[in-house]
């Protein structure tokens, strides 16, 4: 398929940020956005085009019954002024993933590479170059025809927006508090937890919410059935460091199997150290606390890369871990990835897919 372009006059086009160290999350985006529409059984008509709001009828099957579905990854400057995918391909695999579990026709995750590569030639300028800033790029899928009977839809628009952003979390590559929930619950088996879902999201707002007021960053949540064992935090996977061994929990369908993650247990394992995918109790993880065992922990996604964990609350009670400082395992890999994606050390894996 051949991407049409109505592109803006420069004239008109946005000013880039000029201080890089005020970037935000996720509030800015370039001029240009990449769109294509499913009607009649096919995807059809991929563009580029300014970025501007969606005209949408109310009835649009998406704000009803909330059938879409997204991506999250980054687009890094390396040295050179060379444009950076880390491993994209990955991304477009589990966005059908998600899209198949969702209902929604799946797309060529090849062509959606293309895609992407063709928004980045036209805004790809747009990249920051500060350390730990990079421009984040959303694909998603929302059902966009105006029917109110429940089914799935039978036409969708699929866009893709480039944001510039800087450190996810206000606190950067510091130790962030977390609350261990043991009330609400984020994935059942078989339903949305192993997929990027916005419903998943709009789930989580309450407890989320409910932590904030408490003074926490993120949540930590249990599984549904028991509330017992370790699963994920908000939009990242969480990893232990137990007895100098790293332990996550393992892909039973009910957590997001992270492209970071994937990326933190190869890097492991790699560098010598032990990795353990497996079930993992709370009452084991605050008993390896006691012990002195657990030594560190961290969550890792595409958003915020790795960021240590200093302090679990559980139960009312509050546990320091690591000293609430960044252990040297945490720093290690996190050293290593943002290595690979900013360009500074070799990419053995090969995860990068320059955009040139
Ligand atoms: C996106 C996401 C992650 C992290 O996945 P990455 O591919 O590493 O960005 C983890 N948990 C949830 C719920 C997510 O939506």
Redesign the pocket.
């Known amino acids: 398929m051949e991407i049409s372009k109505r592109l803006l006059p420069q004239s008109h086009r946005q000013e880039h940020a000029a201080d890089e160290t005020k970037l935000g999350f996720g509030d800015k985006f370039t001029d240009h956005m990449f769109k294509m529409d499913y009607y009649d059984r096919a995807w059809r008509n991929p563009r580029i085009e300014p970025t501007a709001p969606l005209s949408l009828s109310p009835a649009a099957m998406v704000l009803h019954y909330c059938q879409t579905v997204f991506e999250?990854l980054k687009c890094y400057r390396h040295p050179g002024d060379r444009l950076a995918l880390f491993r994209p391909k990955d991304?477009f695999r589990r966005f059908n993933q998600s899209a198949e579990r969702m209902a929604i026709p799946l797309v060529d995750e090849e062509f959606m590479l293309q895609a992407v590569k063709e928004l980045l030639r036209v805004d790809g300028d747009w990249t920051p170059s500060l350390p730990g800033s990079s421009l984040y790029i959303r694909p998603t899928i929302i059902a966009t025809e105006p029917h109110l009977g429940v089914r799935p839809a039978r036409e969708y628009l699929l866009y893709v927006l480039l944001s510039p952003v800087g450190a996810y979390y206000k606190e950067g590559f510091a130790p962030i508090k977390i609350y261990v929930e043991d009330f609400f619950t984020r994935a059942a088996q078989g339903g949305l937890g192993s997929v990027?879902a916005g419903a998943?999201y709009a789930a989580s707002l309450l407890a989320t919410e409910k932590a904030a007021q408490k003074g926490f960053t993120q949540l930590l949540w249990l599984d549904a059935q028991e509330h017992r064992y370790v699963e994920?935090v908000?939009?990242?996977?969480m990893f232990f460091v137990i007895n100098g061994k790293i332990v996550t929990a393992d892909l039973t369908g009910t957590i997001?199997p992270?492209?970071?993650?994937s990326s933190v247990l190869k890097v492991a394992a790699d560098m010598g150290l032990t990795v353990e995918e497996r079930r993992l109790d709370i009452n084991e993880v605050l008993a390896a606390k006691e012990t002195g065992a657990l030594t560190e922990a961290f969550g890792?996604?595409?958003?915020a890369v790795i960021s240590p964990v200093g302090t679990l609350s559980y139960n009312e009670r509050q546990f320091a871990i690591a000293d609430g400082q960044v252990g040297p395992i945490t720093q290690k890999l996190y050293d290593e990835l943002v290595g690979i994606q900013y360009g500074g050390r070799p990419d053995p894996y090969g995860w990068i897919e320059f955009v040139d």
């Open positions: 999250g991304n990027k998943s994920e908000g939009s990242m996977n997001l992270g492209v970071t993650r890792a996604g595409t958003a």
